[in-house]
């Protein structure tokens, strides 16, 4: 059987030994280059499975051949060797088309775990990837971002998801991780929102048992359950501003250290992250750290809203009816022609998770399986005009005209945000105190 080939590039002769004995113990063959020169001869001679590369060479920089390989070598993983504490330069090089980077001295654990991960890469290049039946359309935006998909999953960069509530950023965020060499390892979502801030530290990097009251054993914490793996932090945007310099350190130094711990674990974890809200303007309003998002931003993958892609909803529609009759299409409700149009021109705030709960109320209302527009239950904002010429008439008492308008509009805020109060409060351009008042009011749970 052939051995895989790695392309060593670096003009340091102890590095190059180094890294030559390591990845020989690994049955790999090596080839070794000083130089940008001498390391394109190579990649014209023969077939390599994997290429590291040191940032500065004599005759140019490991983002040259980064680059060169990208556009002529697509399938090859590239890693950078960078020196310690250049971290900028290690994001550049990611974002510019390396599958990961190494920082000098080098670690030879974290090495053979990269190689590891490299070769994964290159064992499952050429293999069809199915079209996943979770990532449902076919509109220009949806092919699209599978091709997104399919590109990041060969790479480590960290992936900042951005999109509406309900876009399906979770889904896209697991598909990314399936279909990359990490597949067989744990994926650890986490809504950030959903942890009260005193129990984060606790969350996710663990605690020792009586390091604090209740604190009753060991608990390992997220970065060690998703060790190997992804971490997945949804929601990103609403981290305290504390917690985000301990998940800024954990990502720099990749190790964490467990409450009431002595020393810090070494953690080999892919970050990728997702918000419905524009990172960059929490950035400006001083909510959220720039280096933070410096770091989790090296690549944005925007995933559609679904009134970008009103074609796919005919289609969605479908598969979602066929699901609520327990998968029996024989038994499946229908749209209607007019139901459909009411669809399609609907503005879906809730993005796809507000259709599937729009069409679950429908088919539970319908006659003979048939959903009309009336079943849907949408408002018929074509004739506003005339509602509100009428609905003077309709009034029988102002305070409880408004109430309702104030509870569909709460309502509405919570629903696009997960009924994350303090979200929908800051949507609504409530402070917390007053939302919480409102929905005590309104009786809203």
């Not at 849907?376 to 904002?381: E, G, I, N, P, V």
Request: charged residues 30%; negative net charge; proline residues 4%.
């Amino acid at each position: 059987m052939t051995r895989q080939r790695a392309l060593i590039v670096d003009d340091e002769p102890d590095i190059r030994e180094l890294l030559e004995i390591t990845l020989g113990r690994m049955k790999l063959d090596t080839r070794c280059a000083r130089n940008v020169k001498e390391a394109r001869e190579w990649l014209a001679k023969e077939p390599f499975d994997l290429c590291l590369t040191d940032m500065r060479l004599p005759d140019g920089t490991g983002m040259d051949l980064v680059q060169y390989i990208a556009q002529r070598h697509p399938q090859m993983p590239v890693a950078m060797i960078t020196a310690y504490g250049s971290l900028d330069t290690a994001i550049n090089a990611l974002k510019s088309g390396a599958f990961d980077f190494l920082t000098k001295p080098v670690d030879l654990g974290r090495l053979r775990e990269l190689v590891t991960t490299a070769l994964r890469i290159q064992a499952a290049d050429g293999k069809e990837v199915p079209v996943d039946s979770r990532l449902l359309g076919d509109s220009p935006p949806m092919r699209t971002l599978r091709k997104q998909i399919q590109k990041l999953a060969r790479s480590q960069a960290p992936v900042y998801i951005s999109g509406e509530s309900g876009s399906g950023k979770e889904l896209v965020a697991r598909l990314i991780h399936e279909q990359g060499p990490r597949a067989e390892q744990p994926f650890v979502p986490v809504n950030c929102g959903a942890i009260p801030s005193e129990l984060m530290e606790s969350e996710f990097f663990g605690h020792k048992k009586g390091s604090f009251t209740g604190a009753v054993e060991d608990k390992q914490g997220l970065f060690q359950a998703a060790n190997g793996g992804t971490l997945f932090l949804d929601e990103v945007a609403d981290l305290p501003l504390a917690m985000q310099v301990k998940l800024l350190r954990a990502i720099q130094e990749k190790a964490v250290r467990t409450v009431g711990g002595q020393h810090e674990v070494v953690v080999d974890v892919r970050i990728l992250c997702a918000t419905h809200k524009d990172l960059a303007a929490e950035v400006a309003a001083e909510r959220f750290r720039q280096d933070l998002f410096y770091r989790l931003n090296v690549i944005e993958l925007r995933v559609p809203a679904l009134r970008e892609r009103r074609e796919d909803i005919a289609e969605l529609a479908g598969i979602m009816l066929k699901r609520l009759s327990n998968g029996d299409g024989a038994n499946a409700a229908t749209l209607q022609p007019d139901a459909l149009e009411k669809l399609k021109s609907y503005r879906f705030p809730g993005n796809v998770r507000e259709l599937e709960n729009m069409l679950e109320r429908a088919y539970t209302l319908c006659e003979n399986d048939q959903i009309t527009a009336s079943d849907l239950r949408l408002a018929d904002t074509s004739s506003s005009s005339e509602q509100g010429e009428t609905s003077l008439a309709q009034i029988d008492n102002l305070e409880d005209y408004l109430e309702d308008i104030e509870r569909k509009l709460i309502v509405q805020a919570l629903e696009e945000t997960r009924w994350n109060r303090t979200a929908a409060a800051q949507r609504l351009g409530l402070s917390f105190r007053s939302m919480r008042y409102r929905l005590k009011k309104l009786g809203i749970d």
